[in-house]
């Protein structure tokens, strides 16, 4: 079993994702001590602990220590398999972030796996749901992944309520990630949405925006919806 130290580094959430989602892709145990020490509020919060139970089931895993506020956690995996999991994040928590610790596990599994998380579409501390639609998903095709992700409801501090499907297939054909010059700026696409707020918010918003980036690159075009 492999032991990891929570607090190593900034002592996030973010070692403990990639540790499991690790830990269910190659089978090898794993214990995770200090869990989030350096966040004012250490040890697993609603959506580590969601993540790490949706882990749970997508990889058979028998997990202990999988409570809120636990600052240590054993995670003992086994295959992973198809299977249609529902994450049910009962807060605002990122659901960004759970499925940054699901998603390469997924691709691992031995058919389509289908994965239904409600929570926060687009809150503080995390990649907004649109960040990992248009731009993680674009990156990881390039190297045969292929995954898809449904935006069927947002979801805002403090309430949350987001509902987000994903879905991700066996990745059988494996290729490097080469991106090692920076190339032209063809054009700059981006969308701007409220929610619970008159129609003048968002367009405000997409307005500011393109004024900013019009400064910056004046012969590039813009795209805001």
Do not use: C
């Amino acid at each position: 079993m492999k032991i990891i130290d929570g607090s190593y580094g900034e002592g996030g959430g973010q070692i403990l994702r990639t540790a499991l989602a690790l830990s269910a892709i190659t089978g090898e145990a794993l214990k995770i001590i200090n869990i989030r020490a350096k966040r004012p509020n250490p040890g697993l919060r609603p959506q580590h602990l969601y993540g790490v139970l949706a882990l749970r089931e997508l990889s058979n895993a028998e997990v202990r220590g999988a409570s809120e506020g636990s600052t240590e956690l054993e995670f003992y995996p086994k295959e992973i398999r198809a299977k249609h999991v529902k994450v049910p994040i009962k807060t605002a928590g990122s659901i960004t972030l759970v499925l940054q610790a699901l998603l390469p596990a997924m691709v691992f599994g031995d058919k389509e796996i289908i994965l239904e998380i409600t929570g926060g579409t687009d809150v503080s501390w995390s990649p907004p749901v649109d960040y990992l639609k248009y731009v993680t998903l674009y990156a990881l095709e390039k190297m045969g992944i292929k995954a898809e992700i449904e935006i069927r409801r947002r979801g805002h501090y403090p309430r949350g309520g987001g509902l987000v499907v994903g879905k991700a297939y066996p990745w059988e054909e494996k290729k490097p990630l080469i991106a090692t010059e920076f190339e032209k700026i063809y054009s700059f696409e981006g969308i701007s949405h409220a929610v619970r707020l008159p129609p003048h918010v968002s367009i405000r918003q997409a307005k500011a925006a393109k004024e900013i980036l019009k400064r910056a690159y004046p012969s590039v075009p813009v795209k805001i919806k």
